[in-house]
């Protein structure tokens, strides 16, 4: 590469200060010293001039190779000291640090952060969590438990610019204008015929100074973000925690990588940064919020800038392309929703049905299930397993991916009070294999899982009719269910919730509130009866669904709306200021039937929060939930209705179905019309002696959500915008 460029001056059209003399011939970006210049040169060329002498492997900085070059001194010092200790064990989950090459499958990750079923979660800090990551962390700039960090964030840091990701002058609306050294552009139209008078009317040379000018827009804009990403001090280290944090800690509540497979380097780097971004919200340290939202950010600008490119990326085993762009839309989509900061959630909101587009584009709907003779015998030839088995894999995260956008979109609908970004009921998917099959740590293990498994799956639009049969029925769905397909089955009922307005009015085509709450009930029959689903997926999934059978009673966003607005409350947690329907009583309300049933659903949410076990209690839908209890606990306590005698057990069909409901199919039913569920909901009273019943002050359970909130806080930033309102809220109240 030459040591100088021409200067400004030899550019009559170059807009850089003339304090920089040196200008790169692609940008025309000015620099002060040449070093400066061939580095930024590097990033458009590809250029890699500095290889380490251990493993070859090239770096485009001198700085970049000496960190490097520590890890292999650091890792012969750990050979060191292992061959002088020959009496200590090592795993085999944790080999030296050269073994570990750039296409390494995977790393076992010490389970370094406790995932206990303790009760207690609410009372412990974050920061105590989080305690045991840092102190067993010491050792992760010597080893990293995910090598390849370091080759990511040399990546992120050795350009100026996020070049590799910016959109190319091809794609803008302007020819791109190629400029040699000596300044002259070639491929410039030397004049502009009659067919374009408007064209013509520009100075010469205009248009090539468009050019330049939107593409130093682009490049100012992915400037700002990885200098955003050197100003937060990220560091290879703080990559590696955010990954092992991804898999540990979010993976177990949202399966959809798989990590006995996963192979870093097959992931494009917007993919790893998003679910970086979201590793980073389970670690202790103050500042991982802002490293996170730089890491988002940067993700964003790579998925606005290039989803062109991306969008034709296809893995190993992918069956179509584009497999990883929806999976990074979903990861960033679903940091995005529940972030902190309200223009990251505003983002998220804008972009969320692109992944459906992307995906009907790219034919994944279309796609042939893996067929189960596929499935190798135990006898088979390591390689013919391992194939088959990376495969499976491929084809069921892309099912997954696909399902986890529609379980988003009806969480996202439901926060935002608008409608689904798709129509959920026709969703031609077939369930996704068992939770076993997906866990299993090698091929044999998978093999015998998928042998023991039904040959075939049904569809979610087939499940979604047997829902809403012609005549009622109330038994348990005869398909075997994974906690992840019911969240599928909840969100499509939540999209019918939110087709109806207000009044209860459905759309044309669209079951009403009654179908819906008896297709509610019949899932409701499944989830009880499943016994392979564990204790805490049982309350994840029952949490949604007392969250939604609320919904089907009033619509808990549009109800905070009407709250807010009638206090003169500012709320940010719900797009919009439409309140709910003119000459709403709450007091009124308060006394009915729906109110009481709402009531019941609320509770119970708040009883599963208390009792999920601190390695699950951050699923994604925990913050929506809690705050549509709270709202249902704040109407009640602003009616003058804060002491409630409850039933002291609840029959949750009771609780759920009006005597209206029943009517079709009532024969069916069993009979629980004299439970003491069903005679508060109808006349607000219990059978409890006083002073012997359940008895809930609801001043003091909002106080209790409170704190839940602030627990919330690392995890879920959108808990902050919701627990001011529930401050405010209690200073109402009393």
Same mark, same amino acid.
Request: charged share 20%; proline share 5%; net charge neutral.
């Given at each position: ?513 009654? =179908? ?90 708040? =009883? ?118 529930? =401050? ?7």
């Amino acid at each position: 590469m030459p040591q100088n460029t021409s200067t400004s001056t030899s550019s009559p059209t170059a807009t850089t200060p003339t304090s920089k003399t040196l200008v790169c011939r692609v940008c025309e970006k000015g620099f002060s010293k040449a070093e400066h210049l061939r580095r930024h040169e590097r990033c458009h060329t590809g250029s890699k001039p500095f290889v380490c002498k251990e493993c070859r492997r090239p770096f485009a900085r001198q700085d970049a190779l000496t960190r490097h070059e520590k890890l292999h001194v650091r890792a012969a010092n750990t050979k060191q000291a292992q061959a002088n200790q020959s009496a200590v064990h090592v795993p085999s989950q944790a080999p030296p640090l050269d073994t570990l090459a750039w296409d390494t499958t995977r790393a076992t990750a010490p389970e370094v952060a406790s995932t206990s079923t303790s009760n207690n979660t609410w009372e412990t800090s974050q920061a105590e969590q989080h305690s045991g990551l840092q102190h067993a962390g010491s050792d992760l700039d010597f080893t990293l438990i995910w090598p390849d960090s370091e080759n990511l964030f040399q990546s992120i840091m050795a350009c100026d610019t996020t070049d590799q990701w910016q959109m190319p002058l091809g794609a803008l609306p302007f020819p791109p204008v190629v400029q040699d050294v000596n300044g002259m552009n070639f491929g410039s139209p030397n004049s502009f015929d009659d067919r374009g008078a408007s064209i013509g009317a520009i100075p010469s040379g205009g248009s090539h100074q468009a050019v330049r000018d939107v593409t130093e827009m682009v490049t100012s804009s992915s400037s700002s973000v990885t200098a955003a990403i050197k100003a937060t001090s990220i560091t290879s280290v703080f990559l590696d925690e955010c990954l092992h944090m991804f898999f540990v800690r979010f993976i177990p509540t949202f399966p959809i990588l798989h990590r006995a497979t996963f192979v870093f380097r097959e992931c494009t780097h917007p993919l790893l940064l998003n679910a970086m971004a979201l590793g980073s919200l389970y670690l202790g340290p103050k500042d991982s919020v802002s490293k996170g939202e730089a890491l988002w950010r940067l993700a964003h600008t790579a998925i606005a800038t290039s989803w062109q490119s991306l969008i034709t990326h296809r893995g190993p085993y992918d069956a179509c392309k584009g497999v990883q762009l929806l999976l990074t839309a979903l990861l960033g989509q679903i940091y995005g929703a529940l972030s902190k900061n309200r223009q990251i959630r505003t983002t998220s909101q804008v972009f969320r049905p692109l992944g459906f587009f992307w995906a009907r584009h790219c034919g994944m709907l279309d796609c042939e299930p893996f067929p189960m003779e596929s499935v190798p015998f135990p006898s088979a030839s390591i390689s013919e397993k391992e194939n088959r088995w990376r495969t499976w894999v491929a084809r069921e995260i892309q099912q997954r991916a696909l399902l986890a956008y529609h379980i988003l979109d009806g969480l996202v609908a439901q926060m935002s009070g608008d409608g689904a970004s798709t129509r959920h009921v026709a969703n031609p998917l077939i369930l996704p294999s068992s939770e076993a099959a997906f866990d299993a740590g090698n091929v044999d293990e998978w093999i015998t899982t998928m042998r023991s498994q039904r040959s075939e799956q049904p569809s979610f639009r087939l499940v979604f009719r047997s829902l809403f049969p012609p005549i009622g029925s109330f038994r348990p769905l005869d398909y075997q269910f994974s906690a992840f397909a019911l969240r599928v089955v909840l969100e499509g009922l939540q999209s019918l919730v939110s087709d109806s307005d207000e009044s209860d009015l459905a759309a044309v085509g669209v079951p009403g509130r009654s =179908d819906v709450r008896r297709a509610l009930a019949q899932v409701h029959e499944t989830i009880t009866m499943s016994i392979h689903l564990s204790a805490p997926e049982r309350l994840e999934v029952l949490l949604r669904w007392h969250t939604i059978c609320l919904d089907t009673m009033i619509n808990s966003t549009i109800l905070c709306r009407h709250v807010c607005s009638r206090y003169d409350i500012t709320q940010h947690v719900s797009g919009g200021s439409r309140t709910i329907r003119p000459g709403f009583d709450m007091v009124k309300w308060v006394n009915t039937e729906d109110a009481r049933r709402a009531l019941l659903h609320a509770i119970a949410i708040q =009883d599963i929060v208390e009792q999920l076990p601190r390695g699950r209690a951050h699923v994604i839908h925990m913050p929506s939930s809690l705050f549509s209890a709270t709202t249902i606990y704040v109407v009640f306590s602003l009616a003058g209705v804060t002491n409630i005698h409850l039933p002291r057990t609840v029959v949750w069909q009771d609780a759920l179905l009006s005597r209206a409901d029943l009517n079709i199919g009532s024969d069916t039913i069993r009979s629980s019309t004299g439970s003491e569920t069903r005679r508060f909901v109808e006349e607000g009273r219990t059978d409890s002696p006083p002073g012997m019943g359940a008895v809930r002050n609801l001043l003091y359970e909002m106080n209790s959500l409170q704190k839940l909130f602030r627990c919330l806080f690392s995890q879920w930033g959108i808990a902050h915008d919701m627990e001011e309102i529930i =401050d405010q809220w209690i200073t109402l109240c009393h």
